[in-house]
């Protein structure tokens, strides 16, 4: 099992920057690839970002290209969101999920993903 807590969500207003973050717990947080999904009221879970094990291969949604980056610190086991540029459409609840993969469209698929935090809120105000 893997214990996932994220953090880090609050009211931005547009054009601002936010900071999300992950913490992990339980089996060896570098053991697995990491991403980050996002859920608005009425819609479907859709991906955001991804990592892989070592860091060295990052996935993006067109939708966040350029404005998000994700990353993570094994040592500490860590996953973060630095978010810019925050538009009207990416308030949502902001999900950290694990998972291990062999393919790369396997990282985009919230359906792969083995385990998962409880969510953080993130509102943008115009």
């Known amino acids: 099992q893997v214990q996932l807590v994220e953090s880090g969500g609050g009211l931005v207003q547009a054009g601002g920057s936010l900071r999300l973050s992950c913490s992990a717990s339980?089996?060896?947080?570098?053991?697995?690839?990491m991403g980050w999904f996002r859920q608005a009221p009425g819609k479907e879970r859709e991906f955001v970002a991804a990592i892989t094990q070592s860091g060295g291969t990052l996935y993006y949604a067109d939708s966040v290209k350029g404005r998000f980056t994700i990353s993570r610190d094994n040592a500490k086991n860590t996953l973060s969101l630095q978010m810019t540029s925050l538009k009207p459409e990416d308030p949502a609840v902001y999900y950290c999920?694990?998972?291990?993969?062999?393919?790369?469209?396997?990282?985009?698929?919230?359906?792969?993903?083995?385990?998962w935090g409880q969510g953080t809120q993130v509102t943008v105000s115009s």
């Open positions: 999920a694990a998972g291990s993969f062999r393919r790369p469209e396997s990282y985009y698929s919230a359906s792969r993903y083995y385990y």
């Open positions: 339980g089996r060896t947080f570098s053991n697995y690839a």
